[in-house]
């Protein structure tokens, strides 16, 4: 009798042991922690750097599904939203918000919460938008990567003059909803003046703005066109660049991707590089570290890229030194 009560014990613990393994695994699903990625973009235009975001993770030994959870937060290009978006991480207290896309981003998750760790990809001057207190020891709960893109219109502008030497007046599209707008113009403004430049810059928020300031370009008769950095020109970009090829304006850009659809020159950082170490940063965190002891990482890798084929419609010959620095030549 004992051992038909042992045994049958035995089948009712193991009967309840089995029918609680799924409870276990779902326990065990819900306590993986949890990164809010905060992005005013959208996925479509950002899937090669979600990606780089991955394999950063992965690197520190964390793989989406597995032994993290990732809950994402598109904007669209609705600037407006991401107050709203980065409020629902931090009510849903992810452990690290990864804020991305644009300055917007990273301002939206900084109003948010002052506690849960950030990790950013950023173009501005993080120690002049008050998010570190400087870039080797934030000092603060944010961290991350500054690609400081502002900082680099001036060099845009250089080398639009090196490959337009015969532009008298170079035209400048600025988005006044950039964070960093009113940098960018001081910036683009001294180093035009810095050189003799004569410059027109035009602002464009919307899709309709963006055409109207072409209209406003050609009656002025730019000689070639600086478009800033900004994310909503990013997704813009097949219109921008359309509309510089129907008025032939030579254009340089911040990204590649203007590129791929058309555009004539880019100079900028590598987008996946800046995303890479956001996973990564996100990963050392969910170990231990602390975000205001992490020191924000300044992008140098800048990239020169050529589209000679757009040239050649342009009419267009550039010098050879400058053909000698690019990074890359499409022909």
Excluded: C
Excluded at 98 to 112: E, K, L, P
Excluded at 213 to 228: H, I, K, N, P
Excluded at 235 to 250: G, K, M, S, Y
Excluded at 253 to 280: C, E, N, P
Aim: aromatic fraction near 8%; hydrophobic fraction near 45%; avoid cysteine.
């Amino acid at each position: 009798m004992t051992a038909f009560i042992r045994r049958r014990e035995f089948i009712t613990l193991l009967g309840g042991a089995a029918a609680a393994w799924p409870l276990a695994g779902r326990a065990q699903h819900a306590a993986m922690p949890v990164i809010g990625f905060l992005s005013a973009g959208n996925f479509d235009l950002l899937r090669d750097e979600v990606a780089a975001f991955g394999r950063g993770l992965q690197q520190i030994g964390y793989a989406e599904g597995q032994n993290i959870a990732v809950e994402y937060r598109w904007a669209e290009y609705r600037f407006d939203r991401l107050s709203g978006l980065a409020e629902e991480l931090v009510r849903r207290q992810v452990a690290v918000i990864a804020a991305t896309g644009g300055d917007q981003s990273v301002v939206a998750a900084h109003s948010a919460t002052a506690t849960i760790p950030i990790v950013f990809t950023l173009g501005s001057d993080p120690i002049k938008l008050g998010l570190v207190r400087s870039l080797n020891r934030p000092g603060s709960n944010a961290t991350g990567i500054t690609q400081f893109t502002a900082a680099l219109e001036p060099k845009r502008l250089e080398l639009l003059r090196e490959a337009i030497p015969s532009a008298s007046l170079i035209g400048v599209l600025l988005n006044p909803d950039q964070v960093s707008f009113e940098t960018q113009v001081t910036e683009v403004q001294a180093a035009a003046l810095n050189v003799g430049q004569q410059i027109s810059i035009v602002t464009a928020r919307t899709e309709s703005e963006i055409t109207a300031a072409f209209e406003s370009l050609m009656q002025r008769s730019v000689g070639a066109l600086l478009v800033a950095s900004d994310p909503f020109f990013t997704r813009r970009r097949e219109q921008i660049v359309a509309l510089t090829a129907r008025h032939a304006i030579p254009a340089i850009y911040q990204w590649r991707k203007f590129i791929s659809v058309g555009g004539l020159m880019s100079y900028g950082t590598d987008l996946s590089d800046a995303y890479h170490q956001v996973g990564i940063y996100a990963g050392r965190i969910l170990k231990g570290e602390k975000p205001s002891q992490l020191p924000v990482v300044q992008a140098t890798k800048v990239e020169l890229v050529i589209n000679m084929k757009t040239a050649r419609t342009l009419g267009l010959t550039f010098p050879i030194t400058l053909l000698g620095r690019a990074d890359e030549v499409i022909e």
